[in-house]
């Protein structure tokens, strides 16, 4: 996972006082300020994962402090740009979204095959999503055939990373590091499902880990149980998480250990290759 960016308001009082710009006498007009603005996109798209310095950006665009501090400052506000430590500018969120939105799409038409064989063969709602940073951000679901169906969220849904069987089946498939950042970040919310805490969750994790598959309930929905897996990518990384939702009296261990076997077969017989 990409180290954490921090965001902090930019101000003209961090450029130096004896630093004079020209252009500070002289309100930009939109066409130049946007100009401007997007050769230091330009230049921050370009540059290492590390960011680029004010002093580099005032070389590659030809500008002085004070013009590239008040373009930052809007570009960090409208997302386009982030701040990495003190010093040091990055891509932001609202740029790092764009992919992330192509490939759920991929990820949604590549697996509901995957969930409409699996709904099939229990009868219940299965469901797919994917990680949006700290939360899991659901991207498909099928509709079974029995007839009460457990609708625990709808295509679109986020919430925190692991209170859901799909996500915690791909939390717990990535690695301690990623997996303490993600629960960290969510530790604030996590009470709002059903008495969930950081350290129930870590516990969670571990028993999915040996399990192999998740299981969970009472947490998301109230008397619902569901039963997760992770599916990896070509390079087997885990990019997604699958689960089939339903009350607690269609979920007895051996309907999950059932579920979960249907799940794994899916996979293999329909992503071979992975996501």
């Given at each position: 996972m990409p180290a954490r960016v921090a965001t902090r308001n930019v101000r003209q009082a961090d450029a130096p006082s004896n630093v004079k710009d020209s252009a500070d006498t002289v309100p930009e007009?939109?066409?130049r300020a946007l100009r401007r603005g997007l050769m230091l996109l330009d230049a921050i798209l370009a540059g290492s994962r590390e960011g680029l310095r004010v002093v580099d950006l005032c070389r590659i665009a030809g500008l002085e402090r004070p013009t590239?501090?008040?373009?930052?400052?809007?570009?960090i506000e409208t997302g386009y740009v982030?701040?990495?430590?003190r010093f040091r500018y990055v891509t932001g969120p609202?740029?790092?979204?764009?992919?992330?939105?192509?490939?759920s799409t991929a990820v949604a038409e590549r697996i509901r095959p995957v969930l409409s064989r699996v709904s099939q063969a229990c009868g219940d709602a299965a469901f797919a999503i994917v990680r949006d940073g700290p939360l899991s951000h659901c991207v498909a679901r099928h509709v079974g055939t029995h007839p009460v169906q457990v609708l625990v969220i709808q295509v679109g849904t986020r919430q925190p990373l692991g209170v859901g069987a799909a996500g915690l089946a791909l939390l717990s498939a990535l690695p301690d590091a990623t997996v303490g950042e993600i629960i960290a970040a969510n530790a604030d919310g996590l009470g709002h499902y059903n008495g969930m805490t950081p350290d129930r969750l870590r516990i969670l994790v571990r028993s999915t880990r040996e399990r192999?598959?998740?299981?969970?309930?009472?947490?998301?929905?109230?008397?619902v149980l569901a039963v997760g897996m992770a599916v990896p990518n070509a390079d087997?990384?885990?990019v997604a998480g699958i689960s089939v939702?339903?009350?607690l009296a269609r979920m007895p261990r051996e309907r999950q250990q059932l579920i979960a076997r249907v799940m794994r077969e899916s996979v293999a017989a329909l992503l071979p290759d992975g996501l």
């Open positions: 007009d939109g066409a590239v501090y008040r373009l930052l400052a809007t570009l982030a701040q990495r430590g609202r740029l790092a979204a764009m992919p992330q939105r192509q490939a192999g598959w998740s299981v969970i309930g009472n947490h998301a929905t109230r008397n087997g990384e885990p939702a339903t009350t």
